[in-house]
């Protein structure tokens, strides 16, 4: 069972979010929270799963709250549930760890799956912003931002690994990754997962940073020559 804890400063959607996923046969709300003061009050008693978070919230905005959980619960995600495509935003939110972003305005549908995406370790970006996402990938590259991963790590990296972070950060599904390389679907699945514990990273969200600030396309380009 997946336990979701709802932040939201309406209360209407708080109740409407709450009932919704409380239908769903894997998923429990466990709390609910109108600021970024009462998710963090929340978190400590509730341990949840799953967080979703409004931006624009009295006291303590989402972003803020955002950070503040990754720093102390790294295993919770964070999925931004918002009305605001703007880039600060966005950025900020997966500057900061969330592991997911979607506009309001998705289907009921839609969030269960990003919500159960989002709980196995995946990242999972409306598409109304995907490309903006990708955009602010290479602003975060190109900023004192960095993903610190450790040297022995990526010296450990084989050749197949840095060909599959070169596509995470092209912005590039599983199934995409899986026809442009030959494998299947779950050996890509695989060999994440390998990746992330090498790198020691959180999520796919940070690697697709890394991949960006490393430029692991011309790392490979160079490796051919």
């Keep these: 069972m997946i336990k979701v804890l709802i932040a939201d400063d309406q209360e209407l959607i708080r109740q409407s979010l709450q009932i919704v996923l409380n239908s769903k046969p894997d998923i429990t709300v466990c709390d609910v929270a109108e600021d970024g003061q009462a998710v963090i009050r929340s978190v400590r008693k509730e341990k949840p799963d799953i967080i979703l978070m409004d931006v624009r919230m009295p006291k303590m905005d989402g972003v803020q709250c955002t950070k503040i959980i990754k720093e102390n619960y790294p295993e919770i995600k964070i999925i931004i549930l918002t009305t605001f495509d703007d880039d600060e935003y966005v950025y900020n939110a997966l500057k900061f760890g969330a592991s997911g972003y979607l506009l309001k305005g998705v289907s009921m549908d839609e969030l269960e799956n990003a919500i159960k995406t989002v709980y196995s370790g995946k990242a999972m970006i409306n598409p109304d912003i995907a490309t903006k996402v990708l955009r602010l990938f290479s602003q975060m ?34 199934k995409e990754i899986a026809d442009a390389l030959n494998l299947s679907d779950g050996t890509v699945r695989n060999y994440l997962s390998t990746i992330l514990n090498k790198l020691d990273l959180r999520d796919r969200t940070q690697l697709a940073i890394w991949a960006v600030q490393t430029n692991a396309a011309k790392h490979l380009a160079a490796d051919e020559k």
Excluded: C, S
Excluded at 148 to 168: C, D, H, M, N, S
């Design 141 to 174: 590259a190109q900023t004192d931002y960095t993903i610190p991963v450790g040297r022995k790590g990526v010296e450990e990296l084989t050749r197949t690994e840095w060909k599959i972070i070169a596509q995470v950060g092209t912005g590039a599904a599983n």
